[in-house]
């Protein structure tokens, strides 16, 4: 049954997110080695395919970002965390696909880690991170142990949970609906969200939506956009709190005016919502609107790339918006944050609301109506 | 305690064996999460060194011979395992050293995989093995449960003794031993070893020795020859099994004319010693005389990388002779196998003997007398 499952997941990932051909070189990647059982199944799936995997498990200190871990970051000089690898460059340019299987044994792992250091490897590491996005990239995670105590959830309902979102979701069907929201929004100029303590608008004129529907992020189900920079005006009170490195702001408060954050409270941490906001020019802007559509994900589990797709929920998030979403000839907000928060609109998960296009209410309590 | 004798073992690795030093690329690789604590050590102190560790765990399919594993062997075409990947190709090139941490966790993972198959693949990356040998190499065994159980063991008691092969021994002076034999081996021109069964004679005019002291192999310890190819004759009885791909030849028996086998038997398995004789010409011929001089290593672990260095015992391979072995101008024995069998010279763990340099007795039962 786990095994059908698995098997399920891997098909998911290496033939429809990946689209693994022949002779294809396949970049395979994941940080602990709880994920093996799904990590083994894609592989052997990757060399049947007549591809060619090229794992990188537990530790892989000179990709970047991705590879950041605590003996590399707390151990390494500044020259070491500067050094960009060629050999790492030159294995990326021969890549046609990018994988990650995410989950870590410890989800903290890389709290107290100077986060001097942690920036400073990231700019480093920009070049390959970017090479990486070039490639046919998919990423995923699996239901750890850890993230299943993320989720205060037992391990098994968390993996029933996690497999139910993969592998039990039509992806036509969702593909399908994806459109047809993206079409009315696409149509739209004025989008308003209603809902307790909650009433803000802001402008989508000249925008397309990018419909996530299964090609990149496992589990998938959203549609999102980059609404006007200064077009916000108005307050949201978001249901789930903000994570973000380890560190959880609850009852985040945002008021806008011209597009920029101009007061905010929470109800935990509000220091660090504080000091996230004054990062840079651009952390104080929205860089995406998000609208969950995958409906096997039902709940909060504490895990953004879960939590922004469930059915029924939006997201904004802080800071960076994404070029895809952009029009000709426009720059997309810039900041070094992308920092997602969800509110839910459904009832009684959320406060229920209303999400209003030009006048026209096509969402209540989480239930499309238009 | 443990954790002292991890970090005296990574130092022999990273220090003594691969002299890492400030900016080189190290290869690091290991076939199972078990070797993790050594692994996690040599990695950490690699990165203080303010050198780079490339991780490869458990699998590495497209490094080649030493990437083999049982999915990517039954799964591949034949077109796939005869690819070699440029990816890898480029990396290594970009390496200056080359480390692997041996133990897996089932040391017959590869038994029953065809053996064209495993043929193939090493073939094909035979490149990228010699791209490997003309690193900086080290190879090493973690006490695995597996390979206690091979040796017939308790994990706890097989990690004792192989951590006091690396960790108790004095470098300095086993270097210093290995000179002494070397020279004393280096002057004369026939060998002959006498014992239970055994009265052999080889030459090893105009031939050097490589004393192995701890640069490439940890453990270490011997002293080894090509002797002169047609020289061998008599008959020599090994004292423990022959081993090779998880095959067990016990009682093996050699009888030599001109440096050619020309009769053989063995107590169990006589069907696999002969088809490893029929390999090729050179299969035929002795590639190597090895002498251990590692007195920590005091018992046979049905595993070569140990045995072949226990103090007071020989060594002899069959097949390929070793280049660095030769003096120039001289091609040495060439086979697609080179396969070390181990004579006991002690006693009371062998039967006794005696190596006897131009007629003088050198070593009587395991002991030098010279």
Redesign the interface.
């Known amino acids: 049954m786990v095994e059908e499952r698995v098997t399920g997941f891997a098909k998911v990932l290496v033939d429809k997110a990946a689209e693994v051909e022949e002779g294809d070189?396949v970049y395979l990647s994941a940080y602990s080695?709880e994920v093996l059982p799904l990590f083994?199944e894609v592989?052997?799936m990757i060399?049947?395919r007549?591809a060619?995997?090229?794992?990188?498990?537990?530790?892989?200190?000179?990709l970047g970002r991705a590879g950041m871990d605590y003996?590399?970051l707390t151990?390494?000089?500044e020259?070491?965390l500067k050094?960009v690898?060629?050999?790492?460059r030159?294995?990326l340019?021969?890549?046609d696909v990018y994988m990650s299987i995410g989950g870590r044994e410890n989800e903290r792992e890389l709290n107290g880690v100077a986060p001097e250091k942690i920036s400073l490897r990231k700019k480093a590491a920009k070049e390959l991170s970017e090479m990486r996005s070039n490639l046919r990239w998919v990423l995923t995670r699996y239901p750890t142990d850890s993230l299943a105590q993320n989720a205060d959830m037992p391990t098994k309902e968390f993996e029933e949970f996690v497999f139910s979102s993969v592998v039990d979701v039509d992806w036509e069907e969702l593909e399908r609906r994806n459109q047809e929201i993206k079409e009315i929004f696409d149509q739209a100029d004025e989008v308003r969200i209603v809902s307790e303590g909650t009433d803000i608008t802001m402008s989508l004129k000249d925008r397309e939506g990018v419909s996530a529907d299964g090609n990149h992020n496992i589990p998938d189900g959203e549609v999102f956009y980059a609404p006007v920079r200064d077009s916000l005006e108005g307050h949201i009170e978001f249901t789930y709190p903000g994570v973000k490195q380890g560190n959880e702001v609850r009852g985040v408060r945002l008021e806008f005016e011209n597009g920029k954050v101009i007061d905010f409270s929470a109800e935990t941490n509000e220091e660090y919502l504080r000091e996230q906001l004054e990062t840079d020019e651009g952390s104080k802007y929205i860089g995406e609107l998000g609208i969950g559509t995958n409906r096997q994900i039902d709940r909060f589990v504490n895990e953004i790339g879960f939590d922004e797709k469930i059915g029924g929920t939006i997201h904004m998030a802080l800071g960076k918006a994404f070029e895809d979403c952009m029009p000709e000839g426009e720059e997309p907000n810039d900041s070094a944050i992308h920092w997602d928060i969800v509110k839910d609109l459904r009832r009684p998960q959320g406060d229920g609301g209303k999400i209003i296009l030009d006048g026209e209410v096509v969402q209540k309590d989480g239930e499309w109506v238009f």
Chains 1, 2 share one sequence.
């Open positions: 070189n080695t083994d592989r052997k060399i049947k007549g060619y995997p090229h794992e990188h498990l537990i530790y892989d200190s000179q003996d590399w151990n390494a000089s020259e070491q050094n690898s060629e050999a790492k030159k294995e340019e021969e890549m």
